[in-house]
């Protein structure tokens, strides 16, 4: 399900996190209102403050932030006195300043990933439309292959290939050389291997020049596979 509230859309993920966030806050404001002053309980505001990175609102965590600190200075004014007035205010504004800062941080994590999945949207859509078959690989298994990939290996779905290993899709010979250059290339080395014969299905053989290359995926270093026909075996 998706809510779209102005200008952004919301799925139910979004809006369940949103649902914490406030039943949270509900139960932090109430317990700081019947609690002595003198007693911390604001900074448990944390949590729900925390919970903004789930949020795709770029200025959900300022929001929040916000939120916090109008329920801190109307708590001031209805919790029970135990300390100082003064001593109670400075310890708020310290605090507002520690959760603005922890929003700005919060902010800046998300603006990072954000501009991580736009980047690999654009990948995806680069890939799609290659000439040459590319394939993410990492841990052992292919992830994604373009359509390209899907027939230089002679299937019909990416279902046929994902999760397989590509060393197990070349010549017999061949194979420990491929596993060994994946694993180079892991380690951030771009390599060029040359005549390498692909094990189709159909058993009409193909060779390939191999390019490979460390990429980041889903947030963690893969293998980007290029491979160009070099003529049928």
């Known amino acids: 399900m998706t809510v779209s509230i102005g200008s952004f859309r919301w799925d139910s993920q979004t809006l369940r996190t949103v649902a914490r966030i406030f039943v949270l806050t509900v139960i932090i404001f109430y317990i700081d209102i019947i609690t002595p002053l003198g007693l911390a309980v604001w900074v448990l505001y944390l949590i729900p403050l925390f919970l903004t990175l789930y949020i795709r609102w770029k200025y959900a965590p300022f929001a929040a932030a916000g939120v916090f ?14 300390t100082p007035p003064l001593f109670a205010v400075l310890n708020r504004v310290f605090f507002s300043l520690v959760l603005f800062v922890t929003a700005l941080f919060i ?55 994902i999760g397989k290993d590509i060393a197990d899709l070349v010549d017999g010979s061949q194979k ?46 893969a293998v980007q596979v290029i491979l160009r026909s070099a003529g049928n075996g």
């Open 69 to 82: 600190i109008l329920l801190m200075g109307t708590s001031f004014f209805l919790s029970p006195s135990d």
């Open 107 to 161: 902010w800046r994590f998300g603006q990072n990933v954000e501009e991580l999945r736009l980047s690999e949207e654009r990948y995806r859509y680069l890939t799609e439309s290659s000439p040459d078959a590319k394939i993410v690989y990492s841990d052992g298994k292919i992830l994604f292959t373009n359509p390209v990939g899907l027939r230089m290996f002679d299937v019909r779905s990416q279902d046929e290939l």
């Open 176 to 221: 420990d050389l491929v596993s060994g250059k994946l694993k180079q290339a892991a380690m951030g080395v771009r390599i060029q291997v040359p005549g390498i014969r692909l094990a189709r299905p159909d058993g009409h053989g193909v060779t390939v020049e191999m390019v490979l290359g460390g990429i980041i995926w889903d947030g963690k270093m």
